[in-house]
């Protein structure tokens, strides 16, 4: 244990050994020697030095007072940059290695150059450069050289203490290289600056005008020149200035003016500039149109046209075109002309200015339209009491007629774009002056044109009676105002028409038929024209009586008159008339059944008819007898077994007969001799019943029909006729009416049978034996 701490002490020992030598071995470089520093360029300036062992890199700085600037360099020699121009440094170096750095050198004095001048060149013409700077700190003069940039031809230096310097002599269109440096008062050149610059082109020669009248164009071209990049032509007036610009040998001014001299000149431009123009060519342009057209009609059918004076017109050609198409034309070194001119045309007139550079531009186009033609075949096609149509051919210009018609005291206007007028609200019978005038809106009226006269058509007549005389003639009165009228009075119905005519103011209207209704009017006439009819008056005649009239017998007491229809006939009043008396019927039917006549007895047959207002006609007509009158007590007597006796009281008057057996195994028929009142029917079948007639036989051997018939039974044993029972027939009569039967035997007792109503025709009654008289008892 005691040799413990030695060893400790041998170990420290050791480690101190060992960090020294490491010490020693990381050592800085050595400080480097400065051989030498100068400035080439104004903004640094470059170190040489000797190379230190074991550096890997060197820190130069630059001290200027306060300000230090340091750089890091790989070797010698080395840059300092970021320095002001012409001042003076303290430049020191350190190398750098591993082990740090060394300390710094020591410092070496060193100044940096003049700045370079700044350089503002120009191209004042083609052969010149102006070189402008400005003052070049510490510097005492300047050296400025110029050559072509392309290498070619000399090269030219000047000295100068100025800050400007003109090279003249030089190519046009060319690019130079300007170089400057400033110089201290020691002779030591600072930096120096290069620029490119090149000379102004020359103006462009041999120009050439060519102007376009329509478009007022010029096209311009010229001789292009070295150098040049583009051109530019000016068009110069004492009011404006046009131009166009070109890279080729040509362009085109527009927009130029009409009425204007120009003075045209080129020029060549590059990146120096402009050159100067060359000589100006002349250019007049066409003259501007002319204005202050005034165009008037006077006296009519001639035209004058005048205008205002114009800057460069030479002379003056108006043309005027009618809407037709036909043109014509005038030239003139004056500032009018005249023209003809026709009533409703339209001109259209434009006038034109010309020199040497042409005709002018169309200016305004005048239109001037003459008054319209006035109508000349003016015809009245219509003329009525208060109305006068006119009509006439188109007349050329006319837009709208004005019709007028003047009577002296009042005024009727129409207007109206057609060739044609209805003047109405005029005054019948009245002699009016008409006048058409032709109107147009450019011009208006033309109011020289002729009027005519017209007289209206008559006034209408008022009907003011109608009056009958015993000749049936029907007379009219009218009144009216006209002059020299005729009257036609008109009577207008189904049948026709009627007239009559007269210059007064009555006339007879005769042969209206019966049974109509007229419409009576009347028309006045004089050369102009028909009035209008008056209002209409109704007529009726009388209605017409029946061209036929028919009676016939339909019951002994019955008769059925008829007849054919009355024209104008609603209602009829038959009357049948005789010393017993009469019987008469109303009725709206052609025919009418007459009751209560006695039979065998002369009447008058009488018929009025009568209209739906009242108006009656009295028709008579021949006479007319009743039939006669029925046999009474009618009675059948049993001759032999096949024989038949009828017999019959005569009635009232004297009368042939006729009987008549109706039963179901035939008709038997016998007739009396001339005064006798019965008849024998032989070879009867018996066992039947037979229907007995005896019925009057007229003049005209018309056997009656409505006498009463009797039916009775013939049996074949015994000798008793009609056994048993008995039938009773009638004819039916029209109206309501009931019968009452009433059978007396031969013992005197009677037997009333049952209220038979009209709807029978039939009644029997039983029980009955011998002979049988029934009797009627009719209540007339």
């Known amino acids: 244990m005691g040799g413990g701490p030695k060893k400790g002490l041998v170990l420290i020992g050791f480690s101190l050994l060992c960090l020294k030598m490491v010490a020693s071995a990381k050592t800085a470089p050595e400080i480097p020697t400065i ?16 190379t230190v062992p074991g550096a890997t890199s060197y820190l130069l700085a630059a001290k200027d007072g306060d300000t230090v600037i340091e ?33 710094a050198s020591p410092p070496k004095q060193a100044k940096t150059v003049l700045a370079a001048p700044v350089l503002a060149v120009s191209s004042p013409s ?50 130079y290289t300007i170089k400057a440096y400033a110089w201290n008062a020691n002779g030591t050149p600072g930096d120096d600056s290069t620029c490119n610059q090149r000379t102004s082109p020359r103006a462009p020669a041999d120009i050439q005008v060519s102007f376009d009248s329509g478009a007022l164009t010029a096209s311009v ?52 500039g402009s050159s100067r123009s060359a000589s100006a060519v002349t250019l007049k342009t066409i003259a501007c149109a002319p204005g202050g057209v005034t165009i008037q009609e006077d006296p009519p059918g001639h035209l004058s046209v005048s205008w205002s004076n114009v800057d460069l017109g030479d002379y003056y050609v108006a043309f005027v075109k009618s809407d037709d198409g036909l043109e014509v034309h005038c030239n003139t070194s004056l500032t009018h002309c005249d023209f003809p001119s026709e009533c409703g045309f339209t001109y259209f007139i434009s006038v034109f200015a010309y020199n040497k550079a042409g005709q002018s531009p169309l200016g305004d186009v005048f239109n001037y339209t003459t008054a319209p033609c006035c109508p000349s075949d003016i015809n009245p096609v219509l003329v009525s009491s208060d109305r006068v149509e006119m009509v006439w ?48 809106e450019a011009r208006g009226s033309n109011t020289s044109c002729a009027s005519r006269f017209v007289t209206t058509a008559p006034c209408s007549p008022e009907i003011q009676s109608l009056s009958k005389d015993a000749f049936s003639v029907t007379h009219v009165h009218w009144t009216s105002r006209n002059q020299g009228a005729t009257y036609t009075v008109t009577a207008r119905g189904e049948e026709g028409l009627y007239r009559c005519s007269s210059s007064g103011q009555a006339c007879a209207l005769g042969g209206l038929p019966c049974g109509s209704v007229f419409s009576v009017t009347a028309v006045a006439e004089t050369q102009a024209g028909r009035s209008l009819p008056s209002y209409s008056v109704p007529l009726e005649t009388v209605p017409c009586c029946p061209a036929g009239l028919t009676v016939n017998q339909v019951t002994q007491s019955v008769v059925n008159v008829s007849w054919t229809v009355g024209t104008g006939a609603l209602t009829y009043v038959t009357v049948l008339a005789s010393r017993t008396g009469q019987s008469q019927c109303h009725t709206h039917q052609n025919h009418c059944l007459l009751g209560c006549v006695t039979c065998g007895v002369n009447y008058t047959v009488a018929l009025r008819a ?37 017999d019959w009281r005569a009635a009232r008057g004297s009368a042939n007969y006729s009987t008549d057996l109706y039963g179901s195994k035939g008709i038997f028929t016998c007739s009396p001799g ?18 007995v007639m005896v019925s009057p036989v007229t ?78 008892k009719k209540g007339c």
Not at 35 to 50: F, G, H, L, P, R
Request: one cysteine or more; hydrophobic letters at 35%.
């Open 221 to 272: 071209s010229w001789a292009p020149t070295e150098g040049a990049s583009d051109y530019t032509a000016l068009a110069q007036s004492a009011s404006s200035q046009l131009s166009c610009t070109s890279a080729s040998g040509h362009c085109t001014i527009s927009a130029l003016r009409c009425g204007t001299e120009y003075l045209i000149s080129v020029s060549a431009r590059n990146d120096a």
């Open 126 to 175: 083609s052969d010149s450069i102006l070189v402008q700077w400005e003052a070049v700190y510490m510097a005492t003069g300047f050296s400025v050289s110029i050559m072509r940039a392309n290498g070619l031809g000399r090269v030219r230096k000047e000295n100068t203490t100025n800050t400007t310097l003109t090279f003249t002599s030089l190519d046009a269109g060319t690019l």
């Open 393 to 440: 051919s188109p007349v050329r210009g006319a837009e709208l007629y004005e019709t007028r018609a003047a009577d002296g005291f009042n005024v009727v206007e129409c207007n109206d774009t057609a060739p044609a007028c209805t003047l109405s609200a005029l005054e019948c019978d009245t002699k009016y002056n008409i006048t058409v005038y032709s109107f147009s």
């Open 699 to 776: 003049e005209t051997g018309l056997k009656l029909t409505f006498c009463p018939k009797k039916i009775y039974s013939v049996t074949c044993s015994g000798s008793t006729l009609g056994m048993g029972k008995s039938f009773f027939s009638w004819v039916k009569q029209k109206g309501t009416f009931s019968l009452h039967f009433m059978v007396t035997m031969k013992s005197g007792s009677k037997l009333t049978l049952p209220l038979i109503r009209e709807t029978n025709a039939r009644v029997s009654a039983s029980g009955l034996h011998g002979r049988v008289s029934p009797g009627v």
């Open 674 to 691: 001339a005064g006798l009142s019965f008849c024998d029917v032989t070879e009867i079948p018996c066992g039947d019943v037979y229907t």
């Open 610 to 646: 009568i209209s739906a207002t009242g108006l009656t006609a009295d028709c008579a007509y021949q006479h007319y007898a009743s039939s006669a009158c029925c046999p009474l007590g009618v009675k059948l007597y049993r001759l032999g077994p096949n024989g038949i006796r009828v």
């Open 35 to 50: 051989d030498q520093a100068y400035s080439k360029i104004s903004n640094s300036i470059t170190v040489e030095w000797a």
């Open 71 to 103: 750089t890091t360099v790989a070797n010698s020699p080395g840059t300092v940059t970021g320095l002001k121009a012409a001042t003076l440094y303290q430049i020191t170096v350190r190398s750098i290695s591993a082990a740090g750095r060394s300390q």
